[in-house]
T-cell receptor, first 116, second 116 residues
Framework: DGGITQSPKYLFRKEGQNVTLSCEQN?????MYWYRQDPGQGLRLIYY???????QKGDIAEGYSVSREKKESFPLTVTSAQKNPTAFYLC???????????????FGSGTRLTVV | AQKVTQAQTEISVVEKEDVTLDCVYE???????LFWYKQPPSGELVFLIR??????QNEISGRYSWNFQKSTSSFNFTITASQVVDSAVYFC?????????????FGKGTRLSVIA
């Protein structure tokens, strides 16, 4: 079945450590996205990528980094510079239709990161 | 700039009651798409509906219905005869193709609790 796989489901990080969250899709979608979710804050965009080897900052990119070396993969690294990384992280993907039609996103099941 | 407002942070209803979740959007573009997603306790966002700005017909899918009114920039979601399984966070989102494939703009979500 096609979909998006995020791993791990739960992740614990010590302060000062970098951690990488995995996101893989087999939908042949062009674009991929990372969102952070905190209680009462909705979904906030961290980074997105519309093509391999290219990505753009979202609203809260500070303290995070990404790479897009393959179409299927869009890992997110939470660096030690991120002051409050405890949150739920969601990865998503979408088609980019040249006609401009918008089909929405397919989401992964998320990774819950906790700083200990 | 685009914006989505979901003024209801949390709603509680008793099973079998009807409930309406409000969504108000802002955009200056005449071509846009609106979406609703459901986030159950498992965390993954599930697509519910997509509507483009040229289609103002209301839609019904089982117990779910959507009322799109351009005159008030609203895209409200009604659940008829609510069930405990409807308990989730619901997000409304907006996409504007003319803004160059920029990501979906999400509202902050409405948490619905259906009590047996």
């Amino acid at each position: 079945d096609g979909g998006i796989t995020q791993s791990p489901k739960y992740l614990f990080r010590k302060e000062g450590q970098n951690v990488t969250l995995s996101c893989e899709q087999n939908l042949n979608h062009d674009a991929m996205y990372w969102y952070r979710q905190d209680p009462g804050q909705g979904l906030r965009l961290i980074y997105y990528s519309q093509i391999v080897n290219d990505f753009q900052k979202g609203d809260i990119a500070e303290g995070y980094s990404v790479s897009r070396e393959k179409k299927e993969s869009f890992p997110l690294t939470v660096t030690s510079a991120q002051k409050n990384p405890t949150a739920f992280y969601l990865c998503a993907s979408s088609i980019i239709d040249p006609t401009g039609d918008q089909y929405g996103y397919t989401f992964g099941s998320g990774t819950r990161l906790t700083v200990v | 700039a685009q914006k989505v407002t979901q003024a209801q942070t949390e709603i509680s209803v008793v099973e079998k009651e009807d409930v309406t979740l409000d969504c108000v959007y802002e955009t200056r573009d005449t071509t846009y798409y609106l979406f609703w997603y459901k986030q159950p306790p498992s965390g993954e966002l599930v697509f519910l509906i997509r509507r483009n700005s040229f289609d103002e017909q209301n839609e019904i899918s089982g117990r779910y219905s959507w009322n799109f009114q351009k005159s008030t920039s609203s895209f409200n979601f009604t659940i008829t005869a609510s069930q405990v399984v409807d308990s989730a966070v619901y997000f409304c989102a907006l996409s504007v193709p003319n803004s160059g494939n920029t990501p979906l703009v999400f509202g902050k979500g409405t948490r619905l609790s259906v009590i047996a």
